[in-house]
């Protein structure tokens, strides 16, 4: 599982950039950031997992944003495309090959976690009806064509077999 786990004032917050809105773009010491609105802010009720999530087989959160100055979409690596967060390691030393991703959003942190599953050579499934996009500037159509060409596979909830 992962859990965006922010600093207050991160990077990525529009109110942390003078005269900047939400979903306006800055530069950053690792290139263009989209700013958000504030949001998971660590120890927050924003940041916290939902109470009533069933997740009884979960041995793992990997906590991502937490460097007040790097974001991070995906779920392998931090945003300046230097840090791993540990998770391509984690799930290849108990040899896992395959990964199925959810979440939030479709655009951002499932298609960059998604590119980068495929670049750690595993076999990848984005579940469409799990995800929700943000769709900023036809930010969705670009992320599904990204992921395609990446090898990313696109499925249903309905599609999978439960042994």
Not at 5 to 25: I, L, Q, R
Not at 29 to 34: R, S
Not at 85 to 93: E, F, N
Request: contains cysteine; aromatic residues 10%; proline residues 3%.
């Amino acid at each position: 599982m992962t859990q965006d786990w922010h600093t207050p004032g991160h990077a990525s917050f529009a109110s942390s950039h003078a005269g900047k809105k939400p979903f306006e773009t800055t530069q950053l010491a690792y290139g263009t950031q989209v700013l958000w609105p504030d949001h998971c802010v660590q120890g927050s009720e924003d940041a916290a997992l939902l109470k009533d999530l069933k997740l009884p087989t979960a041995q793992l959160i990997i906590r991502k944003g937490f460097h007040k100055d790097v974001d991070s979409y995906s779920t392998f690596e931090e945003a300046d495309r230097k840090t791993s967060t540990g998770l391509g390691p984690y799930l290849k030393a108990r040899g896992v090959d395959t990964v199925f991703l959810t979440g939030l959003a479709t655009d951002f942190c499932v298609l960059w976690s998604a590119v980068d599953a495929r670049k750690l050579g595993f076999t990848t499934y984005v579940i469409e009806d799990a995800t929700r996009a943000i769709d900023l500037n036809g930010s969705l159509a670009a992320a599904w064509k990204q992921m395609t060409e990446a090898g990313v596979k696109r499925i249903q909830s309905g599609d999978i077999q439960v042994a």
